[in-house]
């Protein structure tokens, strides 16, 4: 933990009472010159911290900006696995890349990457991800799931489930999720999931869960080709939404819903998923490559594949493809 | 295709009859002193050309070094996407990282990478893979399929009777699988296969086909622990055989192989893979993680994985783990 979250930290706990440099000082093992610096830092990213006699340090305002030491600040060591590190990149092609040269370096599964940006975020089957400067939450999770390849689609439902979970208590909006990685509001895509894994045969060696949310988008900021389909927390509530807050709350919901996958609790992670899921029980109309398969959305199977009966009564066990709701 | 590939392939094709510097200088549009100099460097390298004003070049001997453009000239395009594009290196942790690194370079599919030694060779969960300097053939092939990472397993199959068939007609000797990856000579291991994958959920990015063949190591060249289990092809025939044909066997094998599975024709290479099964009909045990299967090995399924029926009359379909034939 670094003496800027540290400091983060003490100030939000303190609140209204505020905190005063000699405290701070004492409890970071620094000088109260140190701490005086640090705290001119946080100000100059855009933190307002209020400094009287009376009270000493008040943090009255924080930024809408990603900050690793902010972010872990918040989380202060609430979750397991994910979220213990966090990494914000101003711009980068995609932190799938990113998070994918951190697995190759034996980083520690668990930590999280952030960009501001993305120059090349991408989506399912190598498809664009409009990834705008400072409107949304582009970031990747690192992973090493004792699972077999197969039961990676596990992890998308976990991570479907925890985002609808973090959008919802953040904002009382209800989202859903649309079989297996686009989450809807108002039946519009307002966020989605790139479950990547490198594997053998019988064994994950890791996996990176892309997960990006519009929050801040306006309609403006889709292309046109876009403004049908996709949407953001912004639009849909009427007002904007604080990044960080929001961004604690989806590493809080994904930490507990891997604990449970992990711990081969799976079908209490599935149950979950099926209450917030908009393909189950609805016809739909399935393109695997050239292949289609039209039928009724079942259930989900242990590995969380999506369980489709066809018209003839034969049921299809769906791993991928583009899933849609018949008209 | 380079000019040492050339003027290999004019040469073998030549035989006895030789070849003149003339005629190779303009079939290959440089000058006489150009050719000549590309002789010479191929000497170097070991090779023994007899250069007589009557029959011009004759290869009379190639050394036992794997050499890319050889190999290439061996080839001369006799496949169709595998060892189109050869890399040799002289030393590398392991081929697959090399391929690997190819791959995120979004390198052709089918390049063959090689190393004389490697120094991080790897099995299958992170096992270390002996491979010594000159004694064998540690090699990796970058493959791009349009399968379902579950399906990846076919590769693994196809792969293990490409090698099979290579031994044969290289050697006169019966190898044999034993099933997923394991290749057996005289019932020791000779050879292994180590598929790793990069996949979407539904999508394979791309297979790292690792294989490992023990050709000319002695017992001594077995630490003491391993001589009880391995073997080499030397060995076995009791004389040392040309690593660079049993590369090029290997590779038209392969090639053979991967075109059936492409084109879907996977139960035609199953079928010819359980004509050398070692596994299939036996009692088996299988280890996966902590779990233990005892049963009668049945068959492969679609996509590759070995049915097992047990004691109980259950089919299991084993995707990984470790498979011991029962005593």
């Not at 995609?94 to 520690?108: C, M, P, Y």
């Not at 490198?198 to 292309?223: C, M, Q, R, W």
Request: charged share 25%.
């Amino acid at each position: 933990m670094s003496i800027d979250s540290e400091i983060l930290t003490a100030m939000r706990r303190a609140g209204d009472a505020g905190t005063s440099g000699a405290e701070l000082a004492q409890k970071l093992g620094v000088t109260r010159a140190a701490v005086w610096a640090r705290i001119e830092e946080l100000r100059a990213l855009g933190y307002e911290i209020e400094a009287s006699p009376l009270h000493g340090y008040r943090l009255r305002n924080t930024p809408d900006v990603l900050h690793a030491d902010d972010l872990l600040s918040r989380l202060w060591r609430t979750t397991k696995v994910i979220g213990r590190d966090i990494r914000v990149f101003q711009e980068t092609t995609s932190t799938n890349d990113v998070a994918e040269k951190l697995a190759r370096d034996d980083v520690k599964e668990g930590v999280v990457v952030f960009a501001e940006a993305q120059t090349k975020g991408r989506g399912r089957l190598g498809r664009a991800w409009l990834s705008l400067q400072g409107k949304g939450l582009w970031f990747s999770v690192l992973l090493r799931p004792a699972l077999r390849p197969q039961a990676a689609t596990q992890l998308t439902v976990a991570a479907a489930a925890a985002v609808c979970r973090a959008i919802c208590s953040q904002t009382g909006l209800t989202a859903s999720v649309k079989w297996p990685n686009d989450i809807l509001l108002g039946g519009k895509k307002v966020a989605g999931i790139l479950t990547e894994l490198s594997a053998e045969l019988d064994h994950i060696k890791y996996v990176i869960l892309g997960i990006g949310v519009n929050v801040n988008l306006t309609l403006t900021d889709f292309p046109v080709e876009l403004r049908r389909i996709g949407t953001s927390i912004q639009m849909e509530q009427g007002r904007s939404a604080n990044r960080a807050e929001l961004a604690v709350a989806l590493i809080r919901e994904l930490d507990a819903d891997y604990a449970r996958v992990c711990d081969g609790r799976f079908t209490a992670v599935a149950d979950e998923w099926e209450q917030c899921c908009a393909t189950l029980g609805k016809s739909v109309h399935v393109l695997i490559g050239r292949r289609t398969i039209d039928g009724r959305a079942e259930s989900l199977d242990e590995d969380g594949a999506l369980l489709v009966r066809t018209q003839h009564g034969r049921l299809e066990r769906i791993t991928g493809g583009d899933v849609t709701l018949a008209k």
